[in-house]
């Protein structure tokens, strides 16, 4: 297959129910690399960042998608369900090798973008609709939910590695300016680190040493989406593109050496939806090494399925 570099901007209605809770990446909590997890179309799998046969975590008919790594390397949060055909879309977690799974919320307001505190005590979210909504942290009993920001236009939120911060895209209020923040993880001393100069800044995630920020930076030409992976400091100084990496839903590895990135692939019109793998590239650029190798058409459509949402598992060190 000829990939491409970025992809058709989706527009129709069976194409948003999968694209809505698909994509998103976390997690680069320091350790040794372990397995990777993200979501195929509806499905939670790992696998080894050396490639080989995935292991699938989740069989339902109701889609599961966006995992995110514990920092102990044993547990995921994830989503299951899909507002965008009708059924609750809330935060779910299980053990790594996929049993014990227990649901965390129950609101049917629906949530998105999951990510544990290092502590593991918490997990951080998106509580609202359509990708814009409220940051909230919880217990991972759903207890004691705490909103960070108000005006419904915050998402993708990430705790730093020690826990002190968390980064998220959009704005704390409705009068702050749109694009990357940060803040403390009781939502006081916010910073706006970068806008969306010259394209749609997004999914932003933590260095696993804390000192940088990474993000997708999607540039629309027409309906055509040029994806770029950036890369800045936690003061948002030092702003620039890793030449060779790009793609969407960059996670660093829990060393630090590498990045995991989804890249699509066989977009053919602006009525289909692109097939998508996962890749690893070196943290400065280039070695480029395809992960997933998804093999076979979705029912119903002519391209492959969408591998999204890679969260690299962190293996605490001694």
């Known amino acids: 297959m000829k990939p491409i570099r970025g992809g058709l901007i989706p527009v129709v209605g069976a194409v948003l129910a999968l694209l809505a809770t698909a994509g998103t990446s976390w997690a680069a909590f320091p350790g040794a690399n372990g397995l990777i997890a993200y979501s195929e179309t509806r499905e939670i799998f790992t696998i080894s960042p050396a490639g080989g046969d995935p292991t699938r975590l ?7 998608v966006q995992p995110s790594w514990s920092a102990d390397g044993q547990r995921l949060a994830f989503i299951r369900g899909s507002a965008y055909i009708g059924q609750n879309q809330n935060v779910w977690t299980m053990r790594g090798d996929g049993t014990h799974q227990r649901q965390v919320t129950h609101w049917p307001t629906a949530e998105s973008a999951p990510s544990f505190s290092p502590g593991g005590g918490r997990i951080v979210m998106t509580r609202g609709w ?16 705490v909103r960070l920001t108000s005006g419904k236009q915050a998402r993708d939120p990430v705790f730093s590695p020690n826990g002190r911060k968390i980064v998220f895209v959009g704005k704390p209020t409705k009068t702050s300016p749109f694009g990357i923040w940060i803040m403390r993880r009781d939502g006081t001393n916010r910073r706006f680190l970068q806008s969306n100069s010259g394209g749609d800044d997004q999914r932003p995630d933590f260095s696993p040493d804390g000192s940088h920020i990474i993000y997708e930076r999607c540039i629309a030409d027409g309906h055509d989406c040029i ?30 050496a590498r990045i995991a990135v989804v890249r699509r692939f066989d977009c053919v019109d602006l009525y289909e939806l692109c097939g998508s793998r996962v890749f690893t590239v070196a943290r400065g650029g280039g070695d480029a090494q395809v992960l997933t190798q998804p093999d076979a058409p979705l029912d119903g459509f002519t391209h492959f399925p969408l591998d999204s949402g890679p969260s690299w598992q962190p293996i605490p060190q001694p």
């Not at 989740?58 to 599961?64: L, S, Y």
């Not at 359509?130 to 939910?145: C, F, H, L, Q």
């Not at 770029?228 to 960059?250: C, H, K, L, S």
């Open 58 to 64: 989740t069989d339902n008919a109701i889609p599961d």
């Open 130 to 145: 359509d990708g814009a909504g409220d940051i909230v942290i919880v217990r991972t009993d759903g207890t004691e939910p």
């Open 227 to 256: 994806f770029d992976t950036v890369i800045m400091r936690t003061d948002g100084r030092y702003e620039r593109v890793i030449g060779g990496a790009w793609g969407e839903e960059p996670v660093f590895s829990p060393n630090g």
